[in-house]
């Protein structure tokens, strides 16, 4: 269960499992979930409700931007293997250039110095391109530094919970602060939690400095069948994870027509994923990280179904869905990041883990992009509008929101069972 690491003089410290260093580590993930959430699901509800911008435009405009964005993703990548071969404090006043410039784009997104037409779509572009990629160098950073940390699949598998619980409490945090103290607070306690989650990664746990290979091709990863295997895995899956966060709000508010219930479904999903996640953590040791996955991906599906079955004023029913979908995103989650840093170290690529989360958020990434380039246009193309009533309309809506994640997330289900084997004994145990 030790690291890599070596104790001594001037040696960084190491990573021992606790609360404290867990929270060092883990805090950043809080506000880049925070600004996430804002950015993925409330934005798009907000142009179209406030500035009447079309489903479709919006549609287009995510679609362009976060295609631009991802493509850069891999060499946001390299550079982060450079800047840990060099010194921890040239690191770190990267990251926080990147924490000031993703402040100021979030709360210039939702506070346009334009009202609409032409100049407006123009700013909500570049600001989007400002904060994507000031996020992508954090998060490509957050998760290099943690896949550098080692250790076998049930510790990786913690530290990438502490990251990814402590983001869900980001989420759930976002989930519910706009609707109750409104978006300038939002924005100012998203600042405030950026600077302070930087200075508590100062002190957290690291891996010694390993050089980046100055030879090593961007594209290796993709060389690597077992990242390629996981890859596959992770895009499908991302995708049917994406579209129903993109459309869960229109759902809520025109199938559900219960509006008012916002928070307390966007907080029970999240919560229940944040308090689930120990639950996969020791499910690790038995079922292997492979087969954890799978049981996530089961209960999604089960859960997802079942919500297509559901009609106006079918609130605590939803609610019950909210709760087992967020059980299932625990798993999502915590366990194909642990899988990529035992591929990483499989593949004696130590030093090089900037390289493979490069290419796993250019995934990421794409899969939002399709989410909102595909669902919006195909919805408004099927008759849906925000507001409307139509059966038919509603029936799309639900089609899209429900079972074409359903479909999705069994493809990607059996693309895992097929490699489950593979990818653990690929993954130290």
Not at 81 to 86: E, Y
Not at 136 to 152: N, P, T, Y
Not at 172 to 181: D, G, H, K, M, Q
Not at 370 to 385: D, E, F, I, Q
Request: charged share 10%.
């Amino acid at each position: 269960m030790g690291l890599e690491t070596r104790a001594g003089a001037g040696a960084a410290p190491r990573w021992r499992g606790g609360f404290a260093d867990g929270l060092r580590y883990g805090a950043l993930g809080l506000p880049l979930a925070f600004v996430a959430l804002p950015l993925y699901v409330l934005l798009p509800a907000h142009y179209a409700a406030e500035y009447g911008v079309p489903l479709a435009t919006l549609g287009a405009l995510l679609l362009a931007v976060r295609a631009f964005d991802a493509v850069v993703d891999p060499a946001i990548g390299r550079l982060v293997d450079r800047l840990f071969a060099g010194s921890p404090a040239r690191l770190l006043a990267v990251a926080a250039a990147a924490a000031l410039l993703l402040a100021a784009a979030f709360h210039g997104l939702f506070f346009p110095p334009v009202a609409g037409g032409t100049a407006l779509l123009a700013w909500c572009a570049a600001l989007l391109v400002a904060a994507y990629l000031a996020y992508s160098l954090l998060a490509v950073l957050h998760q290099a530094w943690g896949a550098r940390l080692g250790g076998d699949a049930a510790v990786r598998a913690r530290i990438v919970s502490w990251r990814e619980g402590l983001a869900l409490a980001g989420v759930l945090v976002a989930s519910v602060l706009p609707s109750l103290a409104g978006l300038q607070a939002t924005s100012a306690v998203f600042a405030v939690a950026l600077a302070l989650a930087l200075l508590l990664l100062a002190g957290a746990p690291r891996a010694e400095p390993a050089p980046a290979a100055q030879r090593f091709d961007w594209r290796a990863p993709l060389a690597t069948p077992a990242f390629r295997r996981l890859l596959a895995v992770f895009l499908v899956n991302g995708i049917a994870s994406a579209v129903p966060a993109t459309l869960v709000l229109f759902f809520v508010r025109d199938r559900l027509q219960a509006q008012s219930w916002e928070p307390v479904f966007l907080a029970a999903y999240f919560a229940a994923g944040a308090l689930a996640m120990p639950l996969w953590v020791r499910l690790v040791p038995r079922l292997g990280l492979a087969g954890a996955w799978l049981a996530g991906m089961a209960l999604a599906v089960a859960a997802f179904v079942w919500a297509a079955t559901l009609g106006p004023g079918d609130t605590t029913a939803f609610a019950a869905v909210c709760v087992a979908s967020g059980v299932a995103l625990g798993a999502d989650l915590a366990l194909p990041g642990a899988l990529l840093a035992g591929i990483v170290r499989g593949a004696g690529h130590g030093g090089r883990e900037g390289a493979y989360f490069g290419w796993w958020n250019l995934a990421t990434k794409l899969n939002l992009a399709l989410a909102a380039g595909l669902a919006l246009p195909l919805l408004g193309l099927a008759g849906y509008a925000p507001g409307a009533r139509e059966p038919q309309a509603l029936a799309a809506l639900a089609a899209a929101y429900c079972l074409l994640p359903c479909v999705l997330k069994t493809a990607a289900a059996a693309l895992l069972w097929r490699w489950r084997h593979r990818l653990d004994e690929e993954n130290p145990r």
